[in-house]
């Protein structure tokens, strides 16, 4: 398979293979990830590859609980290109059906962000964002930032990025030194007070 930018796939640690895989196949198939294939890894392990149009997505079943571990579930951003605003929606539909809100979704015990984005032009992308604890969400600075690294890797932007969200846009700029800038509106969408439990405000010894 030809690798497009540099990247050739994308491995995922899960839980479960058998849970993963055809919830993944589905998911991405009208993406274009059609072909399925499946390698040895290092350790013994089946690998299995959901082939895209220029990257493949890799499925390997965890095999540690340690916290510095490569084979450790979780991921922190994913990023998947749709190439119409339909095909977005059709996909969040999809999902919201199976009630799968899937960046806390059983797969991911540790809990993932999971981003699907649109380049609507050279210096402008549309993106949805699942966060993990909140499902999701109308805007993520760190997935708007995730989504323009993505974007730009892949050659369908260039810096600066206007990324589109469902609160608002967002202006993001590469500093090419592997720095990003973020910049857009603030406001006060909630209040609220929050009681502190008495023993955690006192002095520590």
């Given amino acids: 398979m030809p690798s497009f930018a540099g990247v050739h796939h994308v491995e995922l640690v899960v839980s479960s293979i058998e849970r993963s895989l055809p919830f993944y196949r589905d998911l991405l198939a009208p993406l274009g990830y059609h072909r399925i294939s499946e390698v040895e890894g290092e350790r013994g392990e089946t690998i299995w590859y959901l082939g895209g149009p220029e990257v493949a997505l890799g499925l390997r079943e965890a095999q540690t609980d340690g916290d510095h571990d490569r084979y450790r579930v979780g991921i922190?951003?994913?990023?998947?290109?749709?190439?119409?605003?339909?095909?977005?929606?059709?996909?969040?539909?999809?999902?919201?059906?199976?009630?799968?809100?899937?960046?806390?979704?059983?797969?991911?015990?540790?809990?993932?962000?999971?981003?699907?984005?649109?380049?609507?032009?050279?210096?402008?992308?549309?993106?949805?964002f699942y966060e993990r604890g909140a499902g999701e969400t109308m805007s993520s600075g760190t997935g708007a930032t995730g989504a323009v690294a993505a974007a730009i890797r892949r050659g369908l932007v260039?810096?600066?990025?206007?990324?589109?969200?469902?609160?608002?846009?967002?202006?993001?700029?590469?500093s090419d030194g592997g720095d990003f800038y973020i910049s857009g509106p603030a406001e006060i969408?909630?209040?609220g007070l929050f009681h502190l439990n008495s023993a955690l405000t006192?002095?520590?010894?």
């Fill in 158 to 174: 260039g810096s600066p990025v206007k990324v589109l969200t469902p609160a608002g846009d967002l202006d993001v700029r590469d």
């Fill in 202 to 205: 006192q002095p520590l010894p």
């Fill in 76 to 128: 922190h951003h994913v990023a998947f290109e749709a190439w119409s605003r339909g095909l977005v929606d059709d996909r969040a539909a999809w999902l919201a059906e199976r009630g799968a809100e899937i960046e806390s979704h059983p797969h991911f015990p540790q809990r993932t962000n999971v981003l699907f984005l649109r380049a609507v032009d050279k210096h402008t992308i549309e993106v949805r």
């Fill in 189 to 191: 969408v909630a209040e």
